[in-house]
C-alpha cells in the first residue's frame, strides 16, 4: 500500500547511509532527475553537486537539522537534471535509527513540483509589472478575499486614502466606516454588498469621497 501511495504520487524516495556517507536513489527518484546513484550509491557530496548553488547552503542546513534534532526537515531546491535542467523539488528528511537508537541513516522523500514554482514565478512576474504600470499610472490596488483573511493593498492605496502603512490595509468594511464621506457611505456599500451577489454582472464602477484624518476630502 505505501508502494502503491507513493507511485500514485510519483514521490521518490532516498536514503543517506551515516556510516558510508553514500546515497541512494530509488527508481522514481532517478527518473526525477535523470540520474542514478547505482547499486553502490554516490558519496553525498557528489549528489549535492547537482544541487543549485544558491540552494546548496538551504539543503545543508535541513540536513544537519534532520541530523540534530531528529525531527524531519523540509526544503524546495533547484536540482541540476541530467538534461541541464533545472528541477524544483520539494524534500522531506528524517533521522533513521536503529534499535538501539543510534542514528544510521537520513531518509528522505521527493517531489517534483517544477510547474508549481513556475507558475508561482510568472504569477510574481506578472505582479510586479502590474504593480510597476499602477505606480506609473497612479492607480491605487486592493484585493479584499470574502472569507475573512487579511485584504492586500499597494503602496498608493495606503496614500489615496490617508492611511498609515503601519497599520496594515482597511477591511472594506473599516475603509467604508473610517474613511468613506458620510453622504457616501451607504451609496457605497449598497452597491458593493450587491455586485458581491451577483458578480456575473458588469464590472463596478463607482465615485465617493473620502475624507483623510485632517479633515480634508478627496474624490476616488
Known amino acids: 500500500q505505501l508502494e502503491l501511495a507513493l507511485s500514485l ?20 527518484t532517478e527518473r526525477m532527475l535523470g540520474r542514478s546513484t547505482g547499486a553502490q550509491g554516490l558519496p553525498l557530496e557528489a549528489v549535492r553537486r547537482w544541487i543549485h548553488p544558491e540552494d546548496l547552503a538551504l ?21 541540476r537534471h ?17 534499535d538501539h537508537g543510534r542514528p544510521v541513516a537520513i531518509c528522505g522523500v521527493g517531489l517534483d513540483v517544477t510547474e508549481q514554482y513556475q507558475r508561482e514565478q510568472l504569477a510574481s512576474q506578472l505582479a510586479q509589472r502590474l504593480e510597476a504600470a499602477a505606480d506609473a499610472a497612479h492607480i491605487g490596488l486592493w484585493s479584499g478575499a470574502l472569507d475573512g483573511s487579511p485584504a492586500e493593498w499597494n503602496a498608493l492605496m495606503y496614500r489615496l486614502v490617508g492611511a498609515d502603512p503601519a497599520h496594515g490595509p482597511m477591511s472594506m468594511g473599516e475603509l467604508l466606516r473610517q474613511r468613506v464621506h458620510a453622504d457616501d457611505r451607504d451609496r457605497l456599500a449598497a452597491q458593493a454588498l450587491d455586485w458581491v451577489r451577483h458578480p456575473a454582472r458588469a464590472i463596478l464602477q463607482c465615485e465617493f469621497r473620502v475624507v483623510w484624518p485632517d479633515g480634508s476630502t478627496h474624490w476616488l
Request: charged fraction near 35%; proline fraction near 2%.
Open 59 to 79: 539543503a545543508r542546513a535541513a540536513f544537519d537539522e534532520a541530523l540534530a534534532g531528529g525531527r524531519p526537515a523540509d526544503t524546495r531546491t533547484r536540482n
Open 9 to 28: 504520487a510519483d514521490i521518490g524516495t532516498w536514503r543517506c547511509d551515516l556510516a558510508s556517507g553514500r546515497m541512494h536513489y530509488d527508481a522514481r
Open 82 to 98: 541530467a538534461d541541464g535542467s533545472w528541477r524544483m523539488v520539494l524534500t522531506r528528511r528524517v533521522l533513521q535509527r536503529d
